[in-house]
């Protein structure tokens, strides 16, 4: 099956401080999210994207599907940011079928 | 997108019983999807549910001890069976996007304590 792969494990910023995150999947996929799980477990979407970029004011994404890579940008980083991101695809060639997860990159963000 | 209602939120239960998770989806959907997240890990699915057909199980989970109803277009349980401290987990149901543009919709989840 499809593999993700998310860097960096782990990431320690202060407030205000921009980060990158990053996915690798090893296939092509024809869905790709990217979640934010806060500390009670839910999981918020933050962007559906197969391809292209998005941006949804501190937050952007860019999917580059030739290369089978994902990116999240995180500026002006807030303590509220922190909890565990992560990226999920679905392989290409089906309309259907199930999201495969990375790990995850857990974010603390300090005041 | 479709919104889900899970339910419970969490629960503590001893060893040896079992907990039914419900999703209620405000919409009609074809398929629903059952993961599991033990502490600190990512996300795995358990299975896939269909309305009217058996669930489709991931290798690793067997239905005797995740069985899973899915009697209409907008509603599913699964259950966790016989339960041991290993199943203390997040339990998570998701729908496929209703539109092409959003991607799948999670549960809020149910945070399960086994003692």
């Known amino acids: 099956g499809i593999q993700v792969e998310q860097s960096p494990p782990d990431l320690i910023l202060q407030e205000g401080a921009n980060s990158t995150l990053r996915c690798n999947f090893s296939?092509?996929?024809?869905?790709l999210q990217w979640f934010h799980q806060n500390p009670w477990g839910q999981l918020i979407n933050l962007f559906y994207?197969?391809?292209g970029t998005k941006q949804n004011g501190r937050l952007s994404a860019t999917t580059v599907a030739t290369e089978r890579y994902s990116l999240l940008y995180i500026s002006s980083s807030q303590t509220t940011d922190s909890g565990v991101y992560f990226c999920?695809?679905?392989?290409?060639?089906?309309?259907?079928?199930?999201?495969?997860f990375g790990q995850g990159t857990i974010l603390t963000v300090h005041p | 997108s479709a919104v889900i209602s899970q339910k419970p939120s969490r629960d503590i239960c001893q060893r040896g019983t079992s907990l039914t998770i419900q999703c209620q989806v405000d919409?009609?959907?074809?398929?629903m999807f059952w993961y599991r997240q033990q502490p600190g890990q990512s996300l795995t699915l358990i299975a896939t549910?269909?309305?009217?057909?058996?669930?489709?199980?991931e290798s690793g989970f067997v239905i005797d001890k995740f069985p899973i109803s899915r009697p209409n277009l907008t509603f599913s349980t699964l259950t966790v069976s016989n339960m041991s401290p290993e199943d203390s987990s997040i339990y998570l149901c998701?729908?496929?996007?209703?539109?092409?543009?959003?991607?799948?919709?999670f549960g809020s989840g149910t945070r399960l304590t086994v003692v």
């Open positions: 998701s729908v496929e996007p209703g539109t092409a543009n959003y991607g799948y919709t």
């Open positions: 919409s009609q959907v074809t398929m």
């Open positions: 994207i197969p391809s």
């Open positions: 296939d092509s996929v024809n869905n």
């Open positions: 549910a269909n309305q009217g057909s058996e669930a489709t199980y």
């Open positions: 999920a695809v679905r392989a290409g060639g089906t309309s259907y079928g199930k999201l495969t």
